[in-house]
């Protein structure tokens, strides 16, 4: 018992030590939350910068594309604008205007769409009176996207030939490419009111009716189309395709009035 006797200032002495260093512990501890803590913070603002830093990249490529819009409506107005400024040519006849049709009409065919269209805008000073030559630009314009020049040659050939149906199934072409189905509908229907036998009119009139869901008067007109279009045109395959789609939804969807030829 002598032996295990262990001096009672010695224990308080290794309990003192046990706590200071329990206490150094606890301090570390909280110096280790307070920076995980500030890591913590500092991980948050970093994100919160590279978020906006995103969305300033998208909101600078979405101005950049709108400038480059811009940039092409303004030249195609800059070239529209040179080609009417352009000295008219010493003869301006009727038979100058049908010969530089018949140019244009080869550069278009060889694919030189924008030699096409100066071309016609030469024809048209010679022969100002001929709406074919506006409507010739107005589909090639179309094909350089320049819709809203397209428009201007439509409604000027119609000026001088209120029934010209080449020119009213134009501007339906028009409407429908950009998404004005009511309109091209409209249009398509004035063209066959000028030419029963526009075959393209009444296919346009087929697109214009599929893309309102008027279903009856896409049957009607995908039939005119079919009966005048001789057999082996291309186009026929893609008619009877858009009719079957239209017999399809006709079916699925609740009965619509005849529509009236």
């Given at each position: 018992l002598v032996?295990?006797?262990?001096?009672?200032?010695?224990?308080?002495s290794r309990l003192t030590q046990a706590e200071a260093r329990a206490l150094e512990v606890e301090h570390e501890l909280e110096q280790?939350?307070?920076l995980g803590v500030k890591l913590g913070e500092r991980a948050a603002a970093?994100?919160?910068?590279?978020?906006?830093?995103?969305?300033r990249g998208r909101s600078d490529a979405a101005e950049l594309l709108s400038a480059n819009a811009e940039l092409g409506r303004l030249r195609l107005r800059l070239?529209?604008?040179?080609?009417?400024?352009?000295?008219?040519?010493?003869?301006?006849?009727?038979?100058?205007?049908?010969?530089?049709q018949a140019e244009a009409r080869a550069l278009i065919r060889a694919g030189k769409a924008q030699e096409g269209a100066e071309r016609l805008t030469t024809a048209i000073r010679a022969d100002a009176q001929n709406a074919d030559l506006?409507?010739?630009?107005?589909?090639?314009?179309?094909?350089?996207?320049?819709?809203?020049?397209?428009?201007?040659?439509?409604?000027s050939a119609l000026r001088l030939n209120p029934?010209?149906?080449?020119?009213?199934?134009?501007?339906?072409?028009?409407?429908?490419?950009?998404?004005?189905?009511?309109?091209?509908l409209k249009l398509a229907r004035r063209a066959?009111?000028?030419?029963?036998?526009?075959?393209?009119?009444?296919i346009m009139r087929l697109s214009a009716a599929a893309m309102t869901k008027q279903w009856e008067e896409a049957l009607l007109?995908?039939?005119?189309?079919?009966?005048?279009?001789?057999?082996?045109?291309?186009?026929?395959?893609?008619?009877?395709?858009?009719?079957?789609?239209?017999?399809?939804?006709?079916?699925?969807?609740?009965?619509s009035p005849t529509p009236t030829r």
């Open positions: 032996g295990a006797w262990v001096p009672l200032s010695s224990t308080r280790a939350k307070a970093l994100s919160a910068e590279k978020s906006a830093a995103v969305e070239a529209r604008a040179r080609a009417e400024q352009q000295p008219r040519p010493a003869a301006t006849n009727p038979r100058d205007g049908k010969r530089l506006y409507v010739d630009r107005a589909f090639v314009r179309m094909q350089l996207k320049d819709f809203q020049g397209a428009t201007s040659d439509c409604e029934n010209h149906a080449l020119a009213w199934n134009n501007l339906a072409m028009i409407r429908l490419g950009q998404g004005d189905g009511p309109n091209a066959l009111q000028s030419d029963q036998n526009l075959v393209n009119a009444w007109a995908g039939e005119g189309a079919l009966q005048r279009l001789p057999a082996g045109d291309p186009r026929r395959a893609m008619v009877e395709r858009s009719l079957k789609n239209a017999r399809a939804k006709r079916d699925a969807a609740e009965p």
